[in-house]
Nanobody
């Protein structure tokens, strides 16, 4: 059973940075994809970023492109989301997701691509 545990959320002022981590256990990833999604109060969950394990291809939502960077640490079976230039509208619960097989570009930004989900970590950006 794959388990995902996020860490690194918190409170930061606008313009600041946070680094989110998602540690996977129960499966060693060498293919498939991992992604980050977020849900703000009163809004639907939305895609933030994703990365494929075998090629390291990255995908970003337009709203975070140029500010957020997703990467993997294969030795630690972990995916990292480095968030710079944070804005109040980035405030949300951030959840990581993983699938050991699916990594098609047309699906990687959709929740249905992922079989496993973490519980989420709160990110709050004050103005």
């Amino acid at each position: 059973q794959v388990q995902l545990v996020e860490s690194g959320g918190g409170l930061v002022q606008a313009g600041g940075s946070l680094r989110l981590s998602c540690a996977a256990s129960g499966h060693t990833f060498s293919s498939g994809a991992m992604g980050w999604f977020r849900r703000s109060p009163g809004k639907e969950r939305e895609f933030v970023a994703a990365i494929t394990w075998n090629e390291g291809s990255t995908y970003y939502a337009n709203s975070v492109k140029g500010r957020f960077t997703i990467s993997t640490d294969s030795a630690k079976n972990t995916v990292i989301l480095q968030m710079n230039g944070l804005k109040p509208e980035d405030t949300a619960v951030y959840s990581c997701a993983a699938d050991p097989h699916q990594d098609l570009p047309g699906l990687i930004a959709t929740m249905g691509n992922y079989a496993y989900w973490g519980q989420g970590t709160q990110v709050t950006v004050s103005s």
